[in-house]
Every structure is written in C-alpha cells, then in structure tokens.
C-alpha cells in the first residue's frame, strides 16, 4: 500500500500520523485518509473544493503534476508527503 | 461596568481583566494566528472566535464557559456552486467573485437559542442554529440578483461586517456590506431589500450613480439596543444615521475633524449617544494632522465633541478598525484598540482613556466578555 505522512506543521493542528491506505490516485489515497480524520480536509482544500494554495503534495520527492484533480497515479510501494508553505508578517 | 475584554489581533487572541489593581493581560491565545472576529457569547458564556490561517484557512473555535479547552467546529463553508449559477464578477476589477470563505468578518448571536449570524467576505451570510457548530449560507441574500452591484472596498471582495439583530423581533435583521449598502429582512432571512436610501459617495456625481444604494460602503452599523429604530452608520464618506429601522438614512454633515473613519458604537439606551475614531480620508486613514481623537455626540449628531483626554499627544497615527470601538451594556465603559497596537479603556463615556498596552499586534476586533 501507498504512503502518506504529513508535515510538523500541518500535525500540530490535526493529530495525524503517518498511513499506509488503499488507493490509485492522489485523490484516492487522501480520501482515505479523509476517512478517518474528516477535520484534516478544510486544512488541505478550500470550501469550494481546491487544493488550498499553501499547500504542496510530493509524491516520490517530486511535486504531484495534477493539483486540480490530483489524479496522479500512485503505485503499491509510493511515498505521498503532504506539506506546507509558511508565510506571514 | 465590563470586567474583561477580548482583543482579536494580527497575531492572536488577548485577554485582559479588571481586578482591585486595574486592568492587566490574563490570556494570549493562538498566538501568531490573525484572529479577525469573535464572540463572547454572554447566553451560555462561550466564546466564539475565528483564527484566519494564512495556510489552511478560516477555522472556528469554541471555549466553554468555564472550560480552558478549545473546541474547533466546522468552519461556514460555501456549498458547491451549481454548474448554471451566473458567473458574477467585481463591478470595479471584472474579477469573479469567489464561491469560498475567505474571511469571517462578523458574528453575532441571534434572537433564538443557539442561533448565530456569521457575515463573511466574499459577501456570504451564513446561519447557525446550533452555537456556531454547523452552518448554512443564507441563500435568499446570496442568490439575490443584485448582489452583482456589491464590490470589494478595502479588500478585494465584497463582505459583511455588520450584522444588527432586532432586539425584540429577531426576525428584523440588517446587515451593512462593504461595498453592497444596507440589506434588511423583516422574515429571519427569507426575503431581503436593499435600504441604503440616502447614501451617497461624495466623489461620484449623483448623476453617474453617487446615490445609488447598491455598492455604498458603509464601515460599520449599529443598532441602539434600547431603541432599535435608531441606527448610526460610519460610512466611506460620511456619518449617517437612520430613526426609520435601517430603511432609510440621514446624512451627519460637516463633522470635524473628519466625516471618514470606521468605527462607531452607541450608548445601549440612550440612541443620540454615539462616538466615533475620525481619519484624514479617503486612502490616507490616519488621524487628521496627526491629532488622534474620539468624537462623540449626545444630541444625535447636531453636535460633536472630539476627546482626547489620556490619548496620545500629537503627533500619532493610530487607525481604530470597523471593529475596534465598543461600549459595555452600561454606556459607560469603552475600550477601543488601534492598528499600531495600542488599548485603550474609557470608565466615563470617552471623557478620558487610560493606556493598556502599547505593544498588541495590530488590533482587529474588540469585545467586552
């Protein structure tokens, strides 16, 4: 099964750990993992669906190519991190 | 007299209370995190805030009377735009507005138990029936074919920042939105009418649109809870004031030092009371020739006073946001904070001001708990 693990960031507002889920899409893995911690979604997309600017997925060291469907495909042994870009003022 | 004060910043919630010694700093809350609303809930004495992520968004958060723990419950979130929803777009920029939250510039308890109002930049009202933990977009105002006219003011999409409850009939709700006018409902929200009757903008001829009622900017509205036909309204260009419920509206002229600010608050029983933070207009908005004062009428705005008492000597430049004025229920106490982080309370109606902190982040939104 694939593997998704998230950033310091994003894990001290949602306790989260890292998963190993079913799924052959980005969509898929992280619906998944949606599942079992439903509060982590509006911390990754916005209210009308999209991935939330701030927010990178790297599948494989490399970021995912699909940010709007996230229909890239995810293999059996892929690695999925999830992170963030930090900002302010 | 109010007790404590809840101080929603650029970077966190504080909390100060008044014991024997005076007023000090008993609480510092996401720190780090813009809070730009809350809600001391005074029916259960919850308290309601939004913390504007910069990364992951809008999120609400709950502490219970007498709890230290905070809840997060679900944020008002923008159903999914059907596919043959018009596309409608800032009247000034030609950009879509967006069917997303991007920040809640109001909340206010509603008139039934559990119920809050949460009014939101792009222009959304949404409804809680339930103490804030579920919401639904109000779509009667939102699907109003009118809201085409509303335009962004000071940030890029129209919002609503004022929400006033009828105190004894909750089914009268105004709303004030920057730059959609005044909006009411006489049915909880069912049917709405635009009743910015008698704004103008000052720099637009009457006869390309000054007038018109949809896209005014009105700053910020009040209701005087004792005599809810009164209202006061800080507009972009003037001071207004309404003895009709909202549905039309006088204009406050040749107000010195300025027509311009944001903020405004009025007594809770007497409606010729109101105060005000002037500004030099339109884009400069801080205060004028640096001479920072609260002006304040008691005869309905035939006159003002401007105070300064315990404010600093000129020359400052503090600019007090649309929500960072406030009165206690007693109409004596007030507490006003500044964009450079500066507190202020007031124990006799604005005669004078005792500094509290000079060192808060930018001051967004004040609310006595």
């Known amino acids: 099964m694939p593997s998704v693990a998230f950033s310091p960031n994003i894990r001290s507002h949602v306790e989260i750990e890292s998963y190993q889920v079913y799924g052959k899409t980005v969509q898929e893995v992280l619906e998944a993992v949606f599942e079992q911690h439903p509060r982590l979604r509006s911390y990754l997309f916005d209210d009308d669906g999209s991935i939330r600017k701030h927010i990178a997925i790297i599948l494989n060291s490399e970021p995912i190519a699909d940010r709007t469907r996230l229909s890239d495909h995810v293999g059996e042994t892929d690695e999925i991190f999830v992170m963030q870009a930090l900002s302010g003022g | ?369």
């Open chain 2, 1 to 369: 007299m109010s007790d404590r004060i809840y101080v929603g910043t650029r970077k966190g919630l504080f909390t100060f209370q008044r014991n024997q010694a005076g007023w000090s700093q008993t609480g510092a809350d996401f720190l780090g995190i813009p809070v730009p609303m809350l809600l001391p809930d005074h029916r259960d004495g919850s308290l309601l805030i939004a913390a504007e992520h910069e990364q992951f968004g809008t999120k609400i958060h709950r502490l219970k009377s007498n709890s230290s723990i905070w809840e997060e419950l679900n944020s008002p979130a923008y159903p999914k735009k059907p596919e043959n929803a018009p596309v409608i777009r800032d009247p000034w920029r030609q950009v879509e507005v967006p069917w997303s939250l991007k920040k809640v510039w109001s909340l206010e308890p509603g008139g039934n138990p559990g119920e809050i109002w949460c009014g939101t930049i792009p222009g959304g009202l949404f409804h809680s029936t339930d103490q804030g933990e579920t919401w639904n977009l109000v779509e009667s105002l939102w699907n109003h074919p009118d809201r085409e006219k509303w335009c962004g003011g000071g940030y890029d999409f129209p919002g609503i920042h004022s929400i006033c409850v009828h105190p004894h009939d909750p089914k009268k709700i105004a709303v004030a939105i920057s730059c959609g006018g005044v909006w009411r409902t006489e049915d909880s929200g069912a049917t709405w009418s635009q009743s910015a009757h008698g704004m103008t903008f000052n720099f637009i001829p009457l006869d390309q649109g000054g007038g018109a009622p949809d896209g005014q900017d009105p700053h910020r509205m009040v209701q005087c809870p004792a005599a809810p036909d009164r209202f006061w309204v800080q507009h972009h260009c003037s001071i207004y004031r309404s003895d009709n419920g909202a549905k039309s509206w006088i204009e406050v002229k040749d107000v010195l030092p300025s027509g311009f600010g944001f903020a405004v608050a009025v007594h809770p029983s007497d409606p010729d009371v109101a105060w005000f933070v002037p500004a030099k207009k339109d884009e400069h908005r801080y205060p004028v020739d640096g001479k920072f004062v609260v002006t304040r009428t008691r005869d309905g705005g035939k006159s003002f006073e401007a105070l300064s008492q315990g404010l600093p000597a000129a020359p400052a430049y503090d600019l007090v946001y649309r929500h960072a004025l406030t009165v206690d229920e007693s109409g004596t106490t007030l507490v006003m904070g500044s964009t450079t982080g500066s507190l202020w309370v007031s124990d006799d109606q604005g005669d004078s001001w005792a500094h509290l902190s000079a060192h808060l982040p930018p001051i967004y939104c004040i609310k006595f708990g």
